[in-house]
Nanobody, 126 residues
Framework: QVQLVESGGGLVQAGGSLRLSCAAS????????MGWFRQAPGKDREFVAA????????YYADSVKGRFTISRDNAKNTVYLQMNSLKPEDTAVYYC???????????????????WGKGTLVTVSS
């Protein structure tokens, strides 16, 4: 059974930093591209960042480029999202997702992902 478990969310002031982690089990982690998505109240789930199965390619939404960094440790079956210079508009539930490698599907579309975590809440106060 595949499990993706996010952690590291919380309350932070604007300008602060948080590091999210997503621990994966039940799959061959190194064979999956990983992504982070977020969903704010009343809004659709949106793409934040993704990293290829090798870690050699990374992708970011324009809204987080230069502030967020995605990385992975295949030895630990974990993907990370370092979030710096946080803004109130970053407030959302953040979800980790996995997509089988070489699927040919875009990482930026939620319905293209194969597995999802349950999310972790990030709240940025002004």
């Amino acid at each position: 059974q595949v499990q993706l478990v996010e952690s590291g969310g919380g309350l932070v002031q604007a300008g602060g930093s948080l590091r999210l982690s997503c621990a994966a089990s039940g799959l061959t982690f190194s064979s999956y591209a990983m992504g982070w998505f977020r969903q704010a109240p009343g809004k659709d789930r949106e793409f934040v960042a993704a990293i290829s199965w090798t870690g050699g390619s990374v992708y970011y939404a324009d809204s987080v480029k230069g502030r967020f960094t995605i990385s992975r440790d295949n030895a630990k079956n974990t993907v990370y999202l370092q979030m710096n210079s946080l803004k109130p508009e970053d407030t959302a539930v953040y979800y980790c997702a996995a997509q089988r490698r070489n699927s040919g599907r875009s990482y930026t579309i939620p319905t293209n992902m194969d597995y999802w975590g349950k999310g972790t809440l990030v709240t940025v106060s002004s």
